[in-house]
């Protein structure tokens, strides 16, 4: 699949976000790294996906949580409270992006039996 000419502007966009984000982050949150962060993360997304489909993403039932913690996350960036911040957005992101990660292995939640095995010996380990 080739993408258009926006959409490579847009994953541009949202790849330096991420940085701008990460590089807030590593340096003691501050606060106007993450705030450029948020715009270039927000514009690439909006380049990358059309408008319409991009309300529709942040707008759907399921996702209103997430999008509240998005968007109180910016907030809270103008508020001077990047640390909160971060945790407010990466609940945020669980929301959005918790569906997706059931494809990559490294980020599915460990089995319950990892955590029941050493309170229990009735637990059988080849069977599984």
């Known amino acids: 699949m080739w ?3 926006m959409q490579k502007i847009g994953v ?3 790849s330096r976000g991420a940085l701008f984000m990460l590089l807030g982050v590593m340096l003691f949150f501050d606060g106007a790294l ?3 962060g948020n ?3 927000l514009g690439g997304l909006f380049l990358i996906i059309d408008p319409q489909k ?3 993403f942040f707008a759907r039932k399921n996702k209103l949580c997430g999008t509240a913690c998005f ?3 910016i907030l809270l960036v103008f508020l001077k409270w990047p640390a909160i911040r971060v945790l407010v ?3 945020g992101f ?3 992006f918790g569906a997706y990660a059931l494809f990559c292995p490294r980020l599915r939640p460990a089995p319950p039996y990892l955590f029941c095995r050493s309170h229990s010996s009735n637990y059988d380990i080849s069977a599984l």
């Open 12 to 14: 541009r966009l949202t």
């Open 3 to 5: 993408l258009t000419d």
């Open 34 to 36: 993450l705030a450029l």
């Open 54 to 56: 991009t309300f529709y």
């Open 94 to 96: 669980s929301i959005f």
């Open 71 to 73: 968007l109180g996350g």
């Open 39 to 41: 715009i270039l993360f």
């Open 89 to 91: 957005e990466m609940f």
